[in-house]
């Protein structure tokens, strides 16, 4: 172990198009809304995170809100590298050294990404001083955060609804056999309970309050065991201008939502009509696990098991569960050396 090692901190990240996690010293250290807020006229950083975050939707004309990753990978390079560089920055015990050390970094990307836009993470994560990056697919993290041994010559199937992106995968052997990324996820559910807002209630909502109303009364089925009670939601009136309020139940939601699920319900079945016959007798035992915050949506877990006559289970903590691989990648590099990219 050289001096060079003696200074090098290693972190985890798990860059979502909605949060993004950080890990070091086996601990999360970061776990904050991927939104950066910048000031128009001086081009500055005002905030970044869950201060950034309470800002959207309430700014004046000289502060942005902006999202830089978009469907889970970066669109706005500047804002995504100024972020990640705050985020390691007031990681506690890195705040402490006087100057910034050299990183070892696993970071995580979406499975559909092309080469461009890897060597733009690449290069984002070198910037902030990264002596040594390694990526790893969301997808394997995911499976390696749930627990799965995914070296074995067995087949697992991993369904992970992001905020961007719904990746499913079917891993073997310490590699993605068949995988299919769908820009079905998160977002697009909100924009959905937006829409259905708008067309059925007259009621403009923003996006935090959509948010709102998907964590608090979302559904991805009308008949659920232990229903959330209705939620009283409050927007502007479309035909008046005045602010109301109106009264949704989870039903309603599960109607606004019924599209999209559909779609992620086709990927996934796309993606078992693609999987060798050996190991779809695997999945046929194990079944499929979901992760990602979209699977903590009521009743989807039911519906997918309905739609594939197999059973589905969701990862314990499913919104660390991709960070959770990516750290435990780091620590054990040599074992997991063949799957990450260097």
């Known amino acids: 172990m050289g001096f060079f090692d003696f200074m090098t901190e290693e972190i985890a990240i798990d860059l979502g198009t909605a949060n993004t996690l950080i890990i070091h010293m086996d601990k999360v250290v970061v776990d904050s809304p991927s939104i950066v807020a910048r000031d128009r006229i001086s081009g500055k950083i005002i905030a970044v995170g869950r201060e950034a975050n309470m800002m959207q939707g ?34 506690p015990a890195l705040k402490k050294k006087w100057f910034p050390p050299a990183l070892r970094m696993v970071i995580c990307i979406p499975s559909g990404i092309t080469e461009v836009e890897m060597r733009a993470v690449r290069e984002s994560a070198e910037r902030v001083n990264g002596k040594e990056v390694y990526l790893i697919h969301e997808p394997m993290a995911a499976a390696i955060g749930i627990g799965l041994d995914i070296m074995q010559p067995k087949g697992n199937m991993i369904v992970d609804i992001g905020g961007g992106t719904t990746e499913i995968a079917v891993i073997a052997l310490g590699g993605i056999v068949c995988d299919k990324s769908v820009k079905i996820a998160g977002d697009v559910f909100t924009n959905d309970i937006i829409y259905y807002m708008r067309t059925q209630h007259n009621l403009y909502v923003g996006e935090s309050t959509a948010e709102a109303i998907k964590i608090e009364i979302g559904s991805a089925t009308e008949d659920l065991k232990s229903p959330p009670d209705d939620k009283s939601i409050q927007g502007r009136d479309l035909l008046t201008g005045k602010p109301k309020q109106v009264h949704v139940s989870y039903r309603e939601i599960a109607k606004a939502l ?10 996934v079945m796309e993606t078992l009509s693609q999987t060798p016959p050996e190991l779809a007798a695997d999945i046929y035992n194990t079944g499929i696990y979901l992760a990602g915050g979209g699977s903590m949506l009521r009743g989807l877990d039911r519906r997918l098991s309905q739609k594939t006559d197999l059973p589905v289970y969701i990862a314990e903590d499913p919104l660390r569960a991709v960070v959770r691989g990516t750290g435990i990648a780091l620590k054990n590099l040599e074992r997991y050396k063949s799957i990450l990219i260097k």
């Open 258 to 267: 019924d599209k999209s699920i559909l779609r992620v319900e086709d990927a």
């Open 58 to 91: 309430k700014t004046h004309e000289n502060i942005k809100t902006i999202r830089p990753l978009k469907d889970g990978v970066i669109a706005d390079f500047d804002a995504s590298e100024k972020m990640i560089n705050m985020f390691i920055k007031n990681i």
